[in-house]
């Protein structure tokens, strides 16, 4: 069991656009929590193959992630208020 050979294009697509949507203030929110949803794919699948040492730097990754958009919602907050 896993996934397509050509699966890692695919992931490649996602982290790229996650990136370049991290870059400009709109999409910034977005950006995160499509590299949280893409780091949370990551960890999931090494912890179901058993590789737990392998599922740290996603889940790092997954924390800045979230924390980027936590700290984006309160910005946006903050200018609306304002």
């Known amino acids: 069991m896993g996934y397509p050979q050509s699966f890692h294009y ?4 996602f982290e790229f656009t996650t990136a370049v ?3 400009f203030r709109p999409l910034r ?4 929590l499509l ?4 780091m949370l794919a990551a960890a999931g699948t090494v912890i179901l ?4 040492a392998h599922a740290m730097p996603p889940f ?5 992630c979230l924390l980027v958009a ?3 919602v309160r910005s946006r907050r903050s200018r609306h208020r304002a």
Do not use: F, K, N, P
Request: hydrophobic share 60%; charged share 5%.
């Open 10 to 13: 695919l992931t490649a697509i």
């Open 49 to 52: 193959h058993g590789e737990y």
């Open 35 to 38: 590299g949280s949803a893409v």
């Open 60 to 64: 790092m990754v997954l924390a800045v």
């Open 21 to 23: 949507m991290l870059i």
């Open 70 to 72: 936590i700290l984006t």
């Open 29 to 32: 929110l977005y950006g995160s």
